[in-house]
């Protein structure tokens, strides 16, 4: 898959430690606004997989190939309802 070229859509926030920034970034907007972001951060993901799996979890829980088709699931459906409002928790 070709990385997309630019700047993220919305401006992507730097790399935190936890997912909170992420809800808050999501919650309240429409998903025709926040699906090219969940795309973009999908393919970001497949793109640098060998070297973001070096954090996957030594416990098994979860990888970066799971998590990029976990997102690109979420794109998909934005896709498919673009005037769905999203909401987030964290």
Known sequence: MKEPQGPCPAGCPGAPTEFSWFYDL???KRAKDV???LGFTAAYMRNHSKRLSEKNPSNGWGDVD???DWIERIADACRAHPDGVMTGSA
């Open 26 to 28: 999501i919650d309240g």
């Open 35 to 37: 699906g090219p972001l």
């Open 66 to 68: 799971r998590c990029a």
